[in-house]
């Protein structure tokens, strides 16, 4: 009894303290796959006979074998001879590797349970129907341009007391919201001032306020007004101590400090400049001083080291990895995600204690074909320290230069050339919308590698008159979908010249990016990029911009000229239009 006790006391002792032991890395390449594992192709066929003939298979290649069975039975005749032959050899495959089989359910139960815990599938709707209907009426007058009256009805739903005390947090913030954009549309600075105060009186230090406030100090600096511009922002309650927000209003501050304080203008430059990661709002402040941007020189095999070097991992950690290794060099890499995924979930809420897992763990995805994954937990790390240790840096800029990679090289080369489009800019569009994963489809049904939707990929193939697309399954097809998608680039190019405007209508649509530029296409690059009124699409077009700074300093390996991308937008396009890219 009491050797019972000592036992469950150790156990229990183990299971709290979580303690370490060493974990030996391996280094994978990162995996790019021109057709995604669910598409039946011709290498498909070819590792499945090469296991095959393979002598002693482990249990992991069985599945895999069993997988590659399974996979080529659905693109067979249904009840034909080999559909048979393919379903008897997966049925003899699954009783050997049952055990595994049960491992992987059991992780995408426990996987699925933990994202329901954390509300991460609960989505945000309107649960008051009226106000649902109300917001969609003046929603769809706003997205006609009629501004004026899309005002006075989000004025209506806002003085309406019914509406405001009997709606959600979401429901009332999403109404809002929707007022301020419209009056900030419509220019008026006593509607837009008048919008900022309801959201603040509503919620004094919520995003939704702060954001509220740089669009409103926005439009004082526009108006030739830094002061106010200053005062706005300066006073503006902020709780989000994000490195990409704290970057966002150092920059802003610095802009408008310029022409009243320059000594404290100077000072919010040197905090942009100190912070973790250059990127674009630093390219911004340097292109306005007329400096070169560079990024960090970083010696990668030095600061890679724990891809060489035995590393402390707490010991539940290490059997995830351990997990994730094998099934990588089985060619299992969806059955690692589970494992890599049950890992990151064990240590995001202290990424500061985990640094060499986080790091290993992010460059296993990328083995695994998971480049997003990858990226989720380089924010984590950047995010977990408002100004990350010295020690951390090269780690972190060399880690960030592996996120910036050139898949299908010698095909994105040919079509740039082709095309006369940048070929860093292809990248930047590329890795913004589908993180190299040709097979990733959106919540719209947008495809593949850089994320058309069928109906307009359709419609680009018969202006081209390229043959080959026969169907919508073409999309999937990495290198056919990136055909289609510098075709599209090419004419964006011709009527949107310029990387922002290029970026917003390949997101939002031409139609669209058109009526934002011929309404703040006066404004430098920074104010319109901000003044676009969809987040998803403000956020888009940062992040492309960001992303092509660093292709392009990647390739050049010094400083960037401060007119790599023009502060000032050329003038409004013809009233012409091709299809839009909806989302």
């Not at 992991?60 to 997988?67: A, G, H, N, P, S």
């Not at 006369?420 to 994963?437: C, G, H, L, P």
């Not at 026969?470 to 990387?499: C, G, M, R």
Request: hydrophobic share 40%; net charge positive; glycine share 2%.
């Amino acid at each position: 009894m009491v050797l019972r006790l000592l036992i469950l006391t150790v156990l229990g002792v183990l299971l709290l303290c979580q303690c370490a032991t060493k974990h030996q890395p391996i280094r994978f390449p990162a995996t790019f796959q021109k057709f995604p594992e669910e598409l039946f192709s011709s290498s498909t066929v070819k590792e499945c006979r090469l296991l095959e003939i393979k002598p002693d298979l482990t249990s992991l290649e069985k599945k895999r074998l069993m997988d590659l069975y399974t996979l080529e039975s659905k693109h067979v005749k249904f009840n034909s001879e080999r559909f048979q032959e393919l379903l008897d050899k997966s049925e003899k495959l699954k009783f050997e590797v049952e055990p595994i089989l049960s491992e992987s359910e059991t992780l995408k139960t426990e996987l699925f349970l933990e994202r329901k815990e954390s509300g991460e599938d609960e989505k945000n709707e309107f649960q008051n129907e009226t106000l649902k209907k109300a917001h969609a009426q003046v929603y769809q007058l706003w997205n006609r341009d009629e501004n004026e009256q899309a005002l006075f009805k989000a004025k209506e739903l806002v003085a309406n007391p019914d509406f405001s005390k009997n709606s959600t947090r979401f429901e009332w913030m999403k109404i809002l919201n929707l007022y301020f954009r419209i009056a900030h549309d419509v220019g008026d600075v006593l509607a837009i001032t008048e919008a900022y105060q309801k959201i603040k009186e509503y919620e004094s230090c919520s995003p939704e306020s702060a954001n509220a406030a740089l669009l409103l100090s926005l439009t004082y600096y526009s108006k030739q007004e830094p002061q106010k511009a200053i005062d706005v922002l300066s006073s503006q309650c902020d709780e989000d101590h994000s490195l990409s927000n704290k970057t966002r209003k150092s920059y802003w501050l610095y802009r408008f400090q310029k022409s009243v304080n320059p000594k404290l203008a100077e000072n919010e430059f040197q905090t942009l400049s100190s912070l973790a990661l250059p990127g674009y709002y630093l390219y911004l402040a340097k292109s306005e001083r007329g400096e070169k941007f560079t990024i960090p020189e970083v010696n990668l095999e030095a600061s890679r080291k724990y891809l060489d070097e035995v590393f402390e991992v707490p010991v539940l950690i290490n059997k995830y990895l351990l997990k994730a290794e094998e099934r990588l060099k089985a060619g299992l890499n969806k059955d690692a995600n589970l494992f890599l995924t049950k890992a990151v979930n064990e240590v995001k809420e202290h990424p500061e204690r985990n640094l060499f897992s986080m790091l290993y763990i992010a460059h296993l995805f990328r083995a695994a074909g998971n480049h997003l994954e990858s990226m989720k937990i380089f924010s984590l790390l950047v995010g977990a320290h408002k100004t990350p240790p010295a020690e951390w840096t090269p780690m972190i800029h060399s880690e960030f230069l592996e996120m910036f990679p050139r898949p299908f090289a010698d095909k994105v080369g040919w079509l740039a050339k082709e095309w006369n489009i940048d070929e860093d800019f292809i990248y930047s569009i590329m890795r913004q919308e589908s993180a190299f994963n040709p097979g990733v489809v959106s919540s719209s049904n947008a495809r593949g590698l850089m994320q058309l939707m069928p109906s307009l990929a359709r419609s680009l193939s018969q202006s081209w008159k390229y043959q080959p697309y026969s169907t919508d399954k073409v999309l999937f097809q990495a290198e056919e979908n990136l055909k289609i998608s510098t075709y599209h680039l090419y004419q964006l190019q011709k009527l949107a010249p310029h990387y922002a405007l290029m970026a917003a209508a390949y997101n939002a649509g031409f139609k669209r990016t058109r009526r934002w530029w011929q309404k703040f296409g006066n404004q430098s690059l920074d104010v319109f990029v901000e003044f676009i009124p969809v987040t998803e699409t403000r956020n888009y077009v940062k992040l492309v911009l960001r992303n092509y700074l660093y292709y392009k300093a990647m390739r050049t390996g010094g400083g960037l000229a401060p007119n790599l991308i023009t502060m000032t937008l050329p003038s409004s396009p013809l009233p012409r239009t091709i299809s839009s890219k909806k989302r």
